[in-house]
């Protein structure tokens, strides 16, 4: 519990100090609990509390599929795929669903969060 309030206090405060945006998001599963902040025009990072297990799923999010990346930080060699999919509930509003291959596992830095870095 002590970690969560220290990751939630330090992305605090490094949106106030950078002015980004920053939302919250509860997936259907636990393990798809992420914050995402977007720093500058090109580059939002999903930061995970749980390692998702099959694929991340960030609602209201659309990418431009020419040339847009994802990838795990600490793990930068591995370009991870991705797809856009209407939402559940609502045609009209897409979510990024970014495959989570199972050698990615391996490849995680720590054990409390890990964060994804998506270019556009």
């Not at 599963?29 to 939002?44: R, Y």
């Not at 209407?86 to 897409?94: A, E, G, H, I, K």
Request: aromatic share 10%; charged share 20%.
């Amino acid at each position: 519990m002590i970690k969560k309030m220290i990751l939630s206090i330090a992305i605090t405060a490094m949106a106030t100090l950078n002015s980004t945006t920053v939302y919250s998001q509860k997936g259907k599963q636990p393990a798809q609990n992420i914050t995402v902040m977007q720093l500058g025009q090109e580059t939002i990072y999903a930061i995970c509390t749980a390692f998702p297990k099959d694929k991340l799923e960030i609602y209201s999010l659309y990418l431009n599929s020419g040339k847009s990346t994802v990838t795990l930080i600490g793990a930068e060699e591995t370009q991870l795929k991705w797809a856009q999919h209407p939402t559940w509930n609502d045609s009209r509003y897409t979510q990024l669903v970014i495959d989570i291959p199972d050698s990615l596992y391996d490849k995680r830095k720590n054990e409390y969060a890990w964060v994804f870095k998506i270019t556009f």
